[in-house]
């Protein structure tokens, strides 16, 4: 089973995220440089806990989704992530997401790049109890999988996603190829380090019995 993060490991959202911090920034705090650069520090976080890391105003939160609504047709996916997710499928994997984002934004996404069916389960951070690094989106996910801790992979871009993985006993695999802060997240100590989505499939045999 593989679990995923969406934001830097799917898809390529930093660009419109930026402009939908921007704008939501611009319309509910005011004049100035929108902080993005330490916003994005804290990604794979559910945005009302950065806000309140930052200490910005938990209003922002309503622009920003309704610009990340409106934005979503030129989120692009990574190259190579439709051909993995394929081949994942032809080798009996099952796979879920486990994201920052809000479970109903992110499934959006998802639809509006017609990638949702290629995933059995898409969770986002209001779904659960405590979002990452607190380890419950990771084990809701093995939870609707119906597989065990020791036959997971999850696979993120952030700190948060490798401390998640850790709390729920899940192999940690870290995404190289997005804008993540890729001396920090070696530091983090993943299972493995990755630079191209293909690079996956070198850790995800066939599964027994698939066709």
Known sequence: MVIFDLDGVIVDSFPVMREAFTIAYAEVVGDGEAPFDEYERH?????????RIMGLPLEMEGPFVRESYRLAGRVPLFPGVTPLLQELRERGFRTAIATGKAGDRARHLLDTLGVLHCFDHVLGSDEVARAKPAPDIVLRALELLGARPEEALMVGDAVTDIAAARGAGVDAVA??????????????????????PAELLALCPAVAGAV
């Not at 995404?175 to 191209?196: I, S, V």
């Open 43 to 51: 990604l794979g976080r559910y945005f009302p806990d950065i806000m």
């Open 175 to 196: 995404a190289l190829w997005g804008e993540c802060d890729a001396a920090e997240l070696l530091t983090a100590d993943p299972d493995a380090a990755l630079h191209r």
